[in-house]
C-alpha cells in the first residue's frame, strides 16, 4: 500500500502549480524543474523531509505526471504534465459548489479558457467560482474570461510585432491548429536562442494581457480602485516580467516613449512627484497607475527586508 508523502493540502497546491506552467510553458518539465517547483510549494518545509522528489512522483503524482524517455543517460529526466484540462474541469465540478477564490487560484482559473464554470464578482471584491449554469446571486456579477480565440488573436499580434522574420513562419504554423495552444508554446521554447527569448517575452505580453482583462472585469463589477488593485497584485505571477521591446518594433500593450528627450520625460516625472505630494488622500484613490508597476514595487520592497 501506497502512503502519502504529501498532504492533501499540499498535494492540491503541486497541481495546481503544474497545471499553471503547463498553461504558461508547455507540458514538459525537466526533473530539476520539477523539483524547484515542489521545494517552493512545500517551503519553508525542505522536500527531503518526504523523502526527496523520487517518492513524491511514485506515490502522489502517478495521475498528473508521467515520465517520457529518452535515448540519452546523461539528460536530465522529462515529464510531461497529464490531463491538466480536465484536472482544472474538476476544481469546478458541481461536487465541489461555489468557493471564495484569491491569489493564484484565481489567476489559474480566470486565466485558462479551459476551466470550466463561472467566476463572479461582487462590489467588494468578493470572487466566487461557480460551476457551470449555476444561478448567480443579483449581488453578482459574472467575470468575462480571456478566451482562445482572444490567445490567438494576441499571439497573431505578438507575431508581427514582437518577433523577427526568421521566426514567425515557425510561430504562424503553430498558430493554425485547432487546439493551439501547447503547440505554440513548443514552438516557441524551440526558437529560443542566446540573442532572444520570445517564450519569456510572450509570458509577459500574455500576462499584462490578462491583467488588464481582469481590471476591466473588476471595474465593471464596481469594486473599488484600491481593492481592485490589491485584487490583482495577489492574483499576478509573482516571477513575471516585462518584455524588452526589441529594437525597431512596437510594444504590444503600448506604445514606446520618445527616448530622444530624456529631459523632458525627466521633467514630468519630477512634476508628478509635486502634484502627488499635493493631492489629498481622497484624489490620491482616482490616480490610475499600471497594476505592472505597484507590483514591482512591491517585490522590491519585500526583497529589500
Not at 502519502?4 to 498535494?11: A, K, P, W, Y
Not at 524543474?33 to 518526504?50: E, N
Not at 482544472?88 to 468557493?99: A, F, I, Q
Not at 517564450?199 to 481590471?215: C, D, G, I, K
Amino acid at each position: 500500500m501506497q502512503t502519502q508523502s504529501l498532504s492533501s493540502s499540499e498535494l492540491e497546491q503541486v497541481k495546481q502549480a503544474l497545471a499553471l506552467r503547463a498553461q504558461q510553458r508547455g507540458t514538459i518539465i525537466l526533473g530539476a524543474q520539477l523539483g524547484t517547483l515542489i521545494s517552493q510549494v512545500l517551503h519553508p518545509r525542505a522536500i527531503k523531509t518526504v523523502g526527496g522528489l523520487r517518492p513524491i512522483v511514485e506515490n502522489d503524482l502517478t495521475n498528473v505526471i508521467r515520465l517520457v524517455p529518452t535515448l540519452a543517460p546523461e539528460a536530465d529526466v522529462r515529464f510531461e504534465i497529464l490531463g491538466t484540462e480536465a484536472a482544472d474541469n474538476s476544481t469546478t465540478s458541481n461536487s465541489l459548489g461555489p468557493k471564495q477564490v484569491s491569489g493564484n487560484e484565481l489567476w489559474r482559473l480566470f486565466s485558462n479558457p479551459n476551466i470550466s464554470g463561472t467566476l463572479a464578482c461582487d462590489a467588494a471584491g468578493n470572487i466566487t467560482a461557480y460551476p457551470l449554469e449555476t444561478p448567480l446571486p443579483e449581488a453578482q456579477v459574472a467575470l468575462q474570461k480571456p478566451t482562445s480565440d482572444d490567445y490567438r488573436k494576441l499571439a497573431e499580434q505578438f507575431i508581427e510585432i514582437s518577433v523577427g522574420a526568421e521566426m514567425k513562419s515557425e510561430l504562424q504554423a503553430a498558430l493554425s491548429a485547432a487546439d493551439f495552444y501547447n503547440g505554440w508554446i513548443d514552438a516557441l521554447r524551440r526558437l529560443r536562442n542566446p540573442k532572444a527569448n520570445p517564450l519569456n517575452e510572450w509570458n509577459a505580453v500574455r500576462t499584462e494581457f490578462v491583467v488588464s482583462r481582469l481590471q476591466e472585469n473588476l471595474a465593471t463589477c464596481g469594486v473599488d480602485v484600491a481593492k481592485a488593485a490589491e485584487i490583482v497584485i495577489l492574483a499576478r505571477p509573482a516571477k513575471t516580467t516585462r518584455p524588452a521591446v526589441p529594437q525597431g518594433r512596437s510594444s504590444i500593450a503600448s506604445t514606446t516613449a520618445d527616448r530622444s528627450k530624456p529631459d523632458i520625460v525627466w521633467d514630468l516625472r519630477d512634476l508628478v512627484h509635486e502634484a502627488v505630494d499635493l493631492m489629498h488622500a481622497s484624489d490620491l484613490r482616482e490616480v490610475r497607475i499600471p497594476i505592472g508597476i505597484l507590483h514591482d514595487l512591491i517585490e522590491r520592497r519585500r526583497q529589500a527586508k
